[in-house]
C-alpha cells in the first residue's frame, strides 16, 4: 500500500491537467503517504475475532481459529479510495456516499439494521489493527480498530458474545509479535483485566511522547470513543483512567467516520500548554489521522501578543463571564440613530434618502443580530439598494455593479455610516474601554462594582491599541470583542483537555469556535489549579454553548497504581470539589515517603537509584527550585530534558509543577511537596496533580513536614 501511494505520488504531475489540479492531486497523494507512514514500533495487528457458525453451519472445523478462512473481504474495512477496491460496502463508514448500500447492508452487526446482525459474520475470521492494510489486489487483510465490526472486539463479553467464538489478543515488542492469548467467549472464558497482555502493555514502560491505547480500550472508554459526531460529551477523569486517551481515539473514530465533512470544517485539539501538546502530538499521526490542529488556548485567542502581566485581581475580573456582556454593550453603544437624511450626487442627479428611511434600515440591522461588523456592511447595502431603486425608477434600467460600488464607497454614504455605525476593530474596542472610566462605567452599570471597574481601568493609558501592552487575560477580552464584531472560523469537532482550569471567558473563546459543531470536554475537577478553576462541570458547558452535554464519570484507573492513587486520595476532603475518588486495578508500583536532610543530595541519589530500572524519569518540584535542581544533575553528570521537549533522547525530565498536568511518568521524584503547596493559592490542587504523575514508582522527598492532609 505504501509502495502504491509513494509511486502515486512520484509520478502524479504527469497525470495532473493544470497547475491547479498538479497542486491539488499533490496534498492529496502526499497526505495519503504520510497516513500510511510506518511505526517499526507497532504491529499491524494485535487482535482477531473469530464469529462462530450458525446453526445450520456448525461443523467441528467451519469456525476454528486456525481454519476460519479468509472470507473478510466480503464485509471489511478497505476506504474509497484504494484503487483496487472499491465495492460498495467495503469499509463500513457511514459517512461515505459509498457506504450503507441498499437493503442495509452494515458491518456493525447490530440486529435490525436491514436484517444485518452478528449472524452475517458467522464463520470469518477478522484481524484487527490501527489501521486497515489490503493486500496487492485490495482485499481486506486488517480492519481499521474504527471499523464498526472491530466494535466487538472491545465490547463483546461473556455475558454478550456478540457472536464471537473467540477473542484473540497478541502481545508485542518492539513491533514484534512475542506472544498471545485466547477467550472462548462461547464457553464463558473471559479474562478481563485479568488478561496477561492486556496488563503488560498497559504496565509497559514508557520514554518520550504519550502512545495510543488501541489494543487496550476498555468497553466504558469505548463507548465514549465511538459517541455520535452530534453528540457533546464531559469526561470527569480521575488520574490515570484514560480520559486523555479517550479524547484523541474519539477524535480519530470520528475522523474515520465522516472523513470528509471533517476535512472540511476541521478538528481542533485544545490543551492546557505547549508541553502537554508536545507530549500528545504522536498519538493521532500513529493512527494515520495527520491533519488535525492543536493549540493551547492562548493560540487561539493570540491576535495581540501578551507583553505584561496582570495582577492576580485584575486577570480574576477580565475573566469573569460578565465581561462578555460589558464587552457588548459596549459594542452596541457605538450604534446610532440617523439625523440628518443623506444627498447622494450622481451626475446630473441627485438621490435623497429620507430619515424615516433610514432609521428603518438601522432598526432592521439591529434586529438582526448579526456581528457588528457584517452589520455595518448590510446597512451600507440597504442603503445603496434604496439609492439602487431610485435610480431604476428615473433612468428605466439596472444600473451597473461599478455603480453601486461608487455608491457604496460615496462620502455622503460613508458619511452616514461612520456617524451612526463606525468602523471598530476589537483591539481598539477593549483599548477604549480599559482607557476611558467614563465609557466602562457606562458599560459595566449594574455588572460590575466601583472596585472593580478601578482594577480594570490603566493607571497609564497607552495612546492607541497599537501601543498598548497587552496581558494574557486581555487576550481574551480582544477575542470576545472579535467574536461581536467579526465571524470566526469554527470547528466540526473540538477536543478540550484539562477543562477544568478553563474561565468562563476562555469557555466563551471556544464555544464561538465550536458554535456549530460538537466537543469533547476532559479534565477533572479535582486538579483544578487557576484561579477562576471550575467546580461544576455543568457551569462550564453553559459558557461552552453546550448545557445538554452529557457528563460521564471515569473512576477506574489503569495507570496510576493503587498505593499512588491512595496515598494521592488524601488530599481529596481539602480540594472542596465533588468528585468521586479514584481507584486503581493496579496492584503493583511502589511508593516511598522519606524525610531528608539534604533535598538536592538525596534528589541526586534517587535519580540514580531510578535509572536502574525502565522507563522515564520526572524530577517534579516548585518552579523556583527546578533551576538549582537542574545544574545539580548537570554538576552530576545527569543529561536531563525539559517538559517541552520528550523526544529529546534524556531519560530524566525536570518539571516545574504548573507544567506537569496531562504528562506521566515512570519514575516520579516529588521534591518539597511542602514548598509546590505554598507557591500558589490552590497549591493543594496543584500537588494532587503532582502527586499523580507516577505510573510505576512515586518518591517524595521532603525536609518541611508534609501538609496535614497527607500525615
Known amino acids: 500500500m505504501r509502495?502504491?501511494?509513494?509511486?502515486?505520488?512520484?509520478?502524479?504531475?504527469?497525470?495532473?491537467?493544470?497547475?491547479?489540479?498538479?497542486?491539488?492531486?499533490?496534498?492529496?497523494?502526499?497526505?495519503?503517504?504520510?497516513?500510511?507512514?510506518?511505526?517499526?514500533?507497532?504491529?499491524?495487528?494485535?487482535?482477531?475475532?473469530?464469529?462462530?457458525?450458525?446453526?445450520?453451519?456448525?461443523?467441528?472445523?467451519?469456525?476454528?481459529?486456525?481454519?476460519?478462512?479468509?472470507?473478510a473481504g466480503d464485509a471489511a474495512d478497505s476506504r474509497p479510495g484504494d484503487a483496487a477496491n472499491s465495492r460498495p460496502a467495503a469499509n463500513g463508514r457511514p459517512g461515505d456516499a459509498a457506504d450503507n448500500p441498499p437493503g442495509g447492508d452494515r458491518l456493525d452487526g447490530r440486529p435490525g439494521d436491514g436484517g444485518y446482525g452478528?449472524?452475517?459474520?458467522?464463520?470469518?475470521?477478522?484481524?484487527?489493527?490501527?489501521?486497515?492494510?489490503?493486500?496487492?489486489?485490495?482485499e481486506p487483510l486488517v480492519l481499521d480498530w474504527r471499523a464498526p465490526v472491530s466494535r466487538a472486539f472491545y465490547r463483546a463479553s461473556a455475558r454478550d458474545p456478540q457472536g464471537v467464538r473467540v477473542r484473540r489478543r497478541f502481545g508485542f515488542s518492539n513491533g514484534m509479535l512475542t506472544s498471545f492469548e485466547d477467550e472462548h467467549l462461547d464457553r464463558g472464558e473471559e479474562l478481563g483485566t485479568a488478561s496477561r497482555i492486556l496488563t503488560a502493555e498497559i504496565e509497559r514502560p514508557r520514554v518520550g511522547p504519550m502512545r495510543d491505547i488501541v489494543a487496550t480500550i476498555q468497553p466504558e472508554q469505548d463507548e465514549l470513543v465511538r459517541a455520535d459526531l452530534a453528540d457533546s460529551i464531559c469526561v470527569q477523569g480521575a488520574p490515570g483512567t484514560g480520559k486523555t486517551a479517550v479524547g484523541l481515539h474519539r477524535a480519530a473514530y470520528l475522523l474515520y467516520l465522516h472523513r470528509e465533512?471533517?476535512?472540511?470544517?476541521?478538528?481542533?485539539?485544545?490543551?492546557?500548554?505547549?508541553?502537554?501538546?508536545?507530549?500528545?502530538?504522536?498519538?493521532?499521526p500513529a493512527l494515520g489521522e495527520v491533519e488535525v490542529e492543536q493549540a493551547?488556548?492562548?493560540?487561539?485567542?493570540?491576535?495581540?501578543?501578551?507583553?505584561?502581566?496582570?495582577?492576580?485581581?485584575?486577570?480574576?475580573?477580565?475573566?469573569?463571564?460578565?465581561?462578555?456582556?460589558?464587552?457588548?454593550?459596549?459594542?452596541?453603544?457605538?450604534?446610532?440613530?440617523?439625523?440628518?437624511?443623506?444627498?447622494?450626487?450622481?451626475?446630473?442627479?441627485?438621490?435623497?434618502?429620507?430619515?424615516?428611511?433610514?432609521?428603518?434600515?438601522?432598526?432592521?440591522?439591529?434586529?438582526?443580530?448579526?456581528?457588528?461588523?457584517?452589520?455595518?456592511?448590510?446597512?451600507?447595502?440597504?442603503?445603496?439598494?434604496?439609492?439602487?431603486?431610485?435610480?431604476?425608477?428615473?433612468?428605466?434600467?439596472?444600473?451597473?455593479?461599478t455603480w453601486l460600488r461608487r455608491m457604496g464607497r460615496s462620502r455622503?454614504?460613508?458619511?452616514?455610516?461612520?456617524?451612526?455605525?463606525?468602523?471598530?476593530?476589537?483591539?481598539?474596542?477593549?483599548?477604549?474601554?480599559?482607557?476611558?472610566?467614563?465609557?466602562?462605567?457606562?458599560?459595566?452599570?449594574?455588572?460590575?462594582?466601583?472596585?472593580?471597574?478601578?482594577?480594570?481601568?490603566?493607571?497609564?493609558?497607552?495612546?492607541?491599541?497599537?501601543t498598548a501592552k497587552w496581558t494574557a487575560a486581555d487576550a481574551v477580552l480582544i477575542d470576545e470583542a472579535a467574536g461581536l464584531i467579526e465571524r470566526p472560523a469554527g470547528f466540526g469537532h473540538v477536543v478540550v483537555d484539562e477543562a477544568q482550569d478553563l474561565s468562563p471567558m476562555q469557555c466563551r473563546a471556544i464555544a464561538r469556535r465550536s458554535e456549530h459543531g460538537s466537543i469533547t470536554l476532559l479534565g477533572d475537577l479535582a486538579q483544578g489549579t487557576?484561579?477562576?478553576?471550575?467546580?461544576?462541570?455543568?457551569?462550564?458547558?453553559?459558557?461552552?454553548?453546550?448545557?445538554?452535554?452529557?457528563?460521564?464519570?471515569?473512576?477506574?484507573?489503569?495507570?496510576?497504581?493503587?498505593?499512588?492513587?491512595?496515598?494521592?486520595?488524601?488530599?481529596?476532603?481539602?480540594?472542596?470539589?465533588?468528585?468521586?475518588?479514584?481507584?486503581?486495578?493496579?496492584?503493583?508500583?511502589?511508593?516511598?515517603?522519606?524525610?531528608?536532610?539534604?533535598?538536592?543530595?538525596?534528589?541526586?541519589?534517587?535519580v540514580r537509584a531510578a535509572l536502574a530500572y525502565e522507563g522515564s524519569i520526572a524530577v517534579i518540584a516548585a518552579d523556583a527550585a527546578v533551576d538549582g535542581l537542574r545544574a545539580a544533575l548537570a554538576a552530576a553528570g545527569m543529561e536531563t530534558a525539559t517538559a517541552d521537549d520528550p523526544t529529546a533522547g534524556a531519560r530524566?525530565?525536570?518539571?516545574?509543577?504548573?507544567?506537569?498536568?496531562?504528562?506521566?511518568?515512570?519514575?516520579?521524584?516529588?521534591?518539597?511537596?511542602?514548598?509546590?503547596?505554598?507557591?500558589?493559592?490552590r497549591g493543594l490542587h496543584r500537588l494532587y496533580v503532582v502527586l499523580t504523575r507516577a505510573v510505576s514508582?512515586?518518591?517524595?522527598?521532603?525536609?518541611?513536614?508534609?501538609?496535614?492532609?497527607l500525615r
Not at 514508582?697 to 492532609?709: F, N, T
Request: net charge negative; proline share 7%; glycine share 6%.
Open 412 to 466: 455622503p454614504v460613508t458619511d452616514f455610516l461612520d456617524a451612526v455605525w463606525p468602523a471598530l476593530t476589537p483591539e481598539g474596542l477593549v483599548h477604549a474601554l480599559l482607557a476611558d472610566p467614563g465609557r466602562l462605567a457606562a458599560a459595566a452599570d449594574g455588572l460590575l462594582n466601583i472596585d472593580e471597574q478601578a482594577l480594570l481601568t490603566w493607571a497609564k493609558t497607552p495612546r492607541t491599541a497599537k
Open 296 to 401: 493551547t488556548v492562548e493560540d487561539l485567542v493570540g491576535r495581540a501578543p501578551a507583553r505584561a502581566v496582570d495582577v492576580p485581581a485584575v486577570a480574576a475580573v477580565k475573566h469573569d463571564a460578565r465581561m462578555a456582556e460589558v464587552l457588548r454593550r459596549a459594542v452596541d453603544a457605538h450604534i446610532g440613530e440617523p439625523i440628518e437624511p443623506i444627498m447622494v450626487s450622481d451626475g446630473s442627479f441627485r438621490w435623497r434618502i429620507g430619515l424615516e428611511a433610514l432609521h428603518r434600515v438601522v432598526a432592521e440591522t439591529r434586529r438582526e443580530g448579526l456581528p457588528y461588523g457584517i452589520g455595518r456592511e448590510r446597512v451600507r447595502a440597504r442603503v445603496v439598494s434604496l439609492l439602487q431603486r431610485q435610480a431604476e425608477a428615473r433612468r428605466a434600467e439596472s444600473p451597473s455593479d
Open 3 to 71: 509502495e502504491r501511494a509513494e509511486a502515486l505520488f512520484a509520478t502524479g504531475d504527469q497525470v495532473a491537467g493544470d497547475a491547479y489540479a498538479a497542486e491539488t492531486l499533490g496534498r492529496t497523494l502526499a497526505r495519503r503517504v504520510a497516513e500510511l507512514a510506518d511505526d517499526p514500533t507497532t504491529p499491524l495487528f494485535f487482535g482477531c475475532l473469530d464469529f462462530g457458525p450458525t446453526t445450520a453451519d456448525a461443523s467441528p472445523e467451519h469456525g476454528s481459529h486456525a481454519g476460519a478462512g479468509d472470507r
Open 697 to 709: 514508582r512515586l518518591s517524595v522527598l521532603h525536609s518541611a513536614p508534609l501538609p496535614a492532609e
Open 261 to 284: 465533512r471533517l476535512r472540511r470544517s476541521g478538528v481542533l485539539i485544545v490543551g492546557p500548554n505547549r508541553a502537554f501538546l508536545s507530549y500528545i502530538a504522536a498519538v493521532l
Open 652 to 681: 530524566v525530565t525536570v518539571v516545574p509543577a504548573t507544567l506537569v498536568k496531562g504528562l506521566e511518568y515512570d519514575h516520579v521524584i516529588v521534591v518539597e511537596p511542602a514548598a509546590i503547596v505554598a507557591a500558589e493559592p
Open 530 to 606: 487557576a484561579p477562576w478553576a471550575a467546580t461544576d462541570w455543568r457551569e462550564s458547558l453553559v459558557h461552552l454553548g453546550k448545557p445538554d452535554a452529557t457528563v460521564v464519570p471515569l473512576t477506574v484507573g489503569f495507570r496510576v497504581p493503587a498505593a499512588v492513587v491512595a496515598f494521592a486520595n488524601r488530599l481529596l476532603p481539602a480540594l472542596a470539589v465533588d468528585v468521586p475518588p479514584a481507584e486503581s486495578l493496579r496492584r503493583d508500583g511502589a511508593l516511598d515517603v522519606r524525610t531528608v536532610s539534604d533535598l538536592s543530595t538525596a534528589t541526586m541519589a534517587e
Open 118 to 138: 452478528w449472524a452475517d459474520h458467522a464463520g470469518r475470521r477478522y484481524h484487527v489493527g490501527r489501521r486497515h492494510v489490503t493486500d496487492e489486489r485490495g
